[in-house]
């Protein structure tokens, strides 16, 4: 059904993780602020008044390659483009980004000065996505098993609706097996194309790589939605790799749903440490915040952060009130769903292995598929306050890659002050596989007053249907009776009076 964790980052491209610059290394300019404008430090434009600086100097130039472009997209002379666009180029044979040079981007009718810079040998990059500033992977990609396909984002909203623009391309951008430097868009008439008019935001919005929806980028779509509308809007994605980083802030009534489950796919490799260790914020797949009636359905978020690569979300909901994730794969290896406020999750995949599902939300998660990979490690870290319902797992599966044994069903740390003495989690009903540890749950530190924590569970079973095990389980947890279990089941209760549908 879905690629395993790890195997689109093999066969898709190569995982950055400090991309170009040392972890925690902050730019010069210091660390990215939330309300910090877009300054695009990495992609500097030269001096307006020295018309060499526009051209490479072909003294400097690399050697040059053989091969040669295949196609380009936008294709040159190309009318109603997306102004979000991709800049994409296929080659005639594998490349692969070099050392050094510029890609630019020019105003046809203001040549002088580009609109876009991106400088493949910078230190650092860093983008600002729905009003916030980000550092990102360096934003040439080379795609395929074949390294022939080549994608280039330039900065959200650098290019603007019903303008003419070309693509200069420095030798030394792109280079072969050889080195030698692949000489791919030269000239203000050699890559050239039009936008479209801004399309009208309505009630639903379709977002398409190839340019064939309202816009090409799902940030570009989610930033044309107004904040806190109060008519729901839907923003469809076909079937594409979607290669962002999605920051929604703001939006109520939200619906982000892909046309086909394993095949709209939101993929990046963010994590803290690209993020200079800025804090749960800066560093998911899919950011939201402060948001209400909002929906994730028949799609997959898959952060490509390695295993090591710090804590690294697939989606982060904080806060959020009536959230729904509805048929949909989350796929990371830390801290995967980070779920603030009240979150409803059905027929989900959720993948991971280090504290996998956390945060300090009330969650009600049934038939649904909670999946350990790589090594074992904690499903759920909740940090819920007393008399609140943390994460609560209704007639769901518990599964792993194949070998794993020593998992934990949830850990906390219970120090007063500091800790979370309170946290709750539930599994009513699930079927549970040997990777689950006989102890099942763990609290620290040792000798700490364990009396509110509430970790419970009822009728696990094996994939036979026969009961698990339960006499070896921590201490701090007990096993529900009938009523409890039934009490549990009841959405509305875990979810503080929210019914949602089924």
């Known amino acids: 059904m879905r690629a395993s964790v790890g195997a689109l980052s093999a066969a898709c491209w190569s995982v950055c993780l400090g991309c170009g610059r040392s972890a925690g290394q902050a730019p010069a300019s210091g660390p990215p602020g939330v309300d910090a404008a877009p300054a695009f430090d990495a992609a500097a434009a030269p001096e307006a008044d020295d018309p060499s600086s526009l051209a490479p100097d072909a003294d400097a130039a690399p050697a ?5 472009v295949v196609a380009r997209g936008p294709a040159s002379g190309a009318a109603g483009v997306c102004a979000d666009t991709r800049l994409l180029l296929t080659l005639d044979g594998a490349v692969a980004v070099g050392a050094s040079g510029l890609v630019r981007i020019f105003d046809a009718d203001a040549p002088v000065t ?3 810079t991106i400088d493949v040998g910078a230190p650092y990059f ?23 396909t080549v994608t280039i984002a330039p900065h959200a909203h650098a290019l603007a609706p019903g303008r003419t623009y070309y693509v200069t391309i420095d030798p030394g951008v792109l280079v072969d097996a050889a080195g030698r430097s692949v000489d791919v868009a030269g000239g203000p008439d050699d890559w050239r194309f039009t936008t479209r008019a801004a399309p009208a935001v309505g009630a639903a919005l379709m977002v398409a790589g190839d340019g064939s929806g309202d816009f090409c980028t799902v940030q570009g779509a989610v930033d044309a ?3 806190h509308a109060t008519m729901p809007t839907t923003i469809t994605l076909a079937p594409g790799l979607y290669r962002e980083i999605v920051f929604i802030a703001d939006k109520d009534r939200l619906t982000v749903r892909g ?8 993929a990046y490799a963010n994590n803290d440490t690209l993020q200079d260790k800025l804090g749960t914020k800066y560093r998911a797949v899919v950011e939201a ?3 209400t009636d909002f929906t ?3 799609l997959t978020v898959h952060n490509l952060t390695p295993q090591g690569g710090s804590q690294a979300e697939a989606l982060r909901v904080e806060p959020g009130d009536r959230v ?4 949909a794969d989350f796929l990371s290896l830390q801290d995967t769903l980070l779920l603030t406020g009240r979150v409803y999750v059905t027929g989900a995949t959720i993948e991971g292995n280090v504290d996998f599902i956390w945060g300090k939300g009330a969650a009600y998660i049934e038939r649904s598929e909670i999946r350990t990979v790589v090594r074992p490690g904690y499903g759920v870290q909740a940090r819920n306050p007393p008399g609140q319902y943390g994460y609560v797992f209704v007639d769901s599966k518990l599964t792993a890659t194949p070998g794993l044994t020593g998992h934990l069903l949830a850990r906390i740390d219970a120090t007063p002050g500091t800790g979370y003495p309170a946290s709750q989690v539930a599994y009513v009903d699930c079927q549970m596989g040997p990777h689950v540890d006989p102890r099942g749950w763990l609290v620290t530190p040792s000798g700490v007053d364990v009396s509110g924590i509430r970790f419970w569970e009822y009728h696990s079973t094996d994939a036979t249907g026969a009961a698990v095990d339960v006499s070896k389980r921590d201490p701090a947890s007990r096993q529900l009776s009938d009523a409890e279990a039934a009490a549990l089941r009841d959405k509305a209760t875990v979810l503080g009076g929210w019914e949602p549908a089924p």
């Open 259 to 266: 046309v086909d489950r394993a095949g709209s796919v939101i």
């Open 126 to 148: 860093n983008d600002t996505l729905g009003g916030r500033r980000f550092f990102t992977q360096r934003p040439v990609f080379v795609d395929g098993s074949d390294g022939v």
């Open 64 to 68: 040059r390659s053989p091969l040669g």
């Open 324 to 327: 729904s994730l509805r048929d």
């Open 114 to 116: 580009p609109v876009d």
């Open 225 to 227: 939605v107004p904040p």
């Open 296 to 298: 994730v359905e028949n």
């Open 289 to 291: 915040e402060n948001v």
